[in-house]
């Protein structure tokens, strides 16, 4: 069920929320000494619906994308109201049932972390899986085991590794056009990443001190950060210059096979075979991808679905015509059939 296209959200809190969002401040075992140098301590927005308080409720963790935080979820402007504000809006109007969302803050220098523990970027799975849901169940009236993970971009890609190595703590996985088959998404941006390494001598640390100081993402810019980004997450190499390895030749853009087999070792074409059991496990597994994205990940999608067929594992596949941005209302759709889905929810 999607919410209506004129819903508008109620009074009840500044911004003109119905229900009410606590930003709390949490303090991070997992991500405390991140070589990185990233802060340990983040606040966690946690969305409350209308009346949240007055008895137990579904978990619903949603991951941002890459280069997005969970404080942009939040945006109440009227003319680009956030996933928050749109979700209270359709719970008030009784379109969408009531959770609570939980919001992780896994961004970092970077711009992002995949939600994978990196011995560069620090532990953000078990951030997210063990430290928030843990404090999370502590501090909010929770249904016990009704909790789902969803995300789109690479949200969705974190929604699906977390899902398939925690099932038990995810029983309910989403991933709207979350990374998948490296080779077709990030194949192309890296000899883009080396195209704009060019204006800075071809090293990355030169293009990181210039982003620093103008974080411009125009041009080659986003391609350069974002596989940054990747190989801090999927090839971190403590010791080294950058604290991480490209898997190109910086020079030639031959691709270094060492380096890659890390990377594709988190793909989840690659990943899903090997976490086949605890896949079958989730109460609920929803993949799904527009026709025209920019990323090429449908396709990446439609194998995903297929691999995890004929693994037996149930999932729910769904395509639309659209591309890669502007997917907060398949976030949304999504959500009736994922929370009936949850254990003491059918």
Not at 209 to 236: K, N, Q, R
Request: hydrophobic share 40%.
């Amino acid at each position: 069920m999607t919410p209506a296209a004129g819903a508008r959200p109620g009074h009840g809190e500044p911004g003109g929320l119905a229900g009410r969002v606590d930003r709390r401040r949490h303090e991070s075992e997992a991500l405390r000494g991140n070589p990185a140098g990233d802060p340990h301590v983040r606040e966690v927005p946690v969305y409350v619906p209308p009346g949240g308080d007055d008895g137990p409720l579904p978990a619903i963790f949603v991951l941002a994308a890459y280069t997005g935080r969970a404080q942009d979820m939040l945006e109440t402007h009227p003319w680009r109201r956030g996933l928050v504000p749109r979700y209270d809006a359709a719970v008030a109007a009784g379109e969408l049932p009531p959770a609570l969302l939980v919001l992780p803050d896994a961004w970092t220098r970077l711009g992002g972390s995949q939600y994978v523990d990196s011995d560069h970027n620090g532990a953000y799975r078990r951030y997210v899986a063990e430290e928030l849901v843990d404090w999370v169940d502590a501090n909010y009236a929770v249904v016990p085991g009704a909790r789902g993970v969803v995300g789109k971009s690479s949200g969705g890609f974190g929604a699906l590794h977390l899902g398939m190595r925690h099932p038990e703590r995810f029983p309910a996985v989403a991933s709207i056009s979350g990374d998948c088959n490296f080779e077709a998404c990030y194949g192309p941006e890296l000899l883009a990443c080396l195209r704009g390494l060019l204006a800075h001598d071809g090293d990355p640390a030169r293009f990181l001190e210039a982003f620093d100081a103008d974080p411009d993402l125009g041009g080659d810019g986003h391609a350069v950060i974002m596989t940054l980004a990747m190989a801090a997450a999927y090839s971190p190499a403590p010791g080294t210059p950058l604290g991480f390895e490209l898997p190109v030749d910086l020079e030639t853009g031959e691709r270094r096979a060492d380096v890659w087999e890390r990377w594709l070792a988190f793909d989840p074409l690659v990943d899903a075979p090997r976490h086949a059991e605890a896949l079958r496990r989730l109460a609920f597994l929803h993949v799904e991808c527009g026709l025209r994205d920019e990323f090429h990940l449908q396709w990446g999608a439609r194998q995903l679905v297929r691999l995890l067929r004929a693994l037996d594992v149930p999932v729910r596949a769904a395509e639309h015509p659209g591309g890669h941005r502007g997917l907060d209302p398949r976030v949304l759709g999504v959500l009736p059939a994922m929370l009936a889905a949850l254990p003491g929810r059918a």
